[in-house]
């Protein structure tokens, strides 16, 4: 059990040649300890490789003329504080904000960092100005916001961060056809980025915003 632990050869010379009833019980107490530390550590990796899996499928086979609209259920979700404008211009700044939000949510019950851009600057044509960071999470008594239960328009950019405005602008232009007002956000989730890829041309992000029916 002992070697199963890496415990040092020499380390378990020592016990031996010291054992009795009290030096097993503190021996066999901070194993325990150790143990339940590495099960936390890897059912967290193994949460992010299944998120992995998960979002490298969806974007694999995201069909990115397409837009369309669907019902989704209530998520819940840990929001950032609302962002610095002028640290959204910085690009250091941002990562440090985004950097230190992740490194703050992520869990073996959240989804990956996603960002939340404004109807406001989704109108003004402002694409990376984006309001919050968040997650969606499985612990509801750590979540702060909620995304809420209703009608989503759903579309996939391909491309790069900066050239998002191409298909915010088919967003828009589909839902002024279809007679559908945009909800207040708009949730951006990266399902192949850097980590997947090595040309930022082919990143694929879902962007689903909430909409309704214009009378």
Known sequence: MLKELNVPLKEMKAYLDGRSPKQLLQLSREK?????????????????????IAFTNEGLHANCDEITVEEQKEEYLIR????????????????????????????KDTSFVGTMLSKENITNGNYMNNAYFFVKTSDISHSNARKPKGLYAVAYHHG?????GKTYTKLMHYCDKNHLRLGNFSYEESLLDNIALKDENDYIMQITIEVTQSR
């Open 32 to 52: 325990i300890e150790e143990v339940d530390q590495k099960i936390t550590k890897l059912n967290q990796i193994k949460h992010l490789l299944e998120e992995t």
């Open 80 to 107: 950032s504080e609302l962002l610095n404008e002028e640290n959204i211009k910085d690009f250091i700044k941002w990562m440090l904000e985004y950097n230190d939000f992740e490194s703050k949510a992520l869990s």
């Open 160 to 164: 790069s961060y900066e050239t998002v």
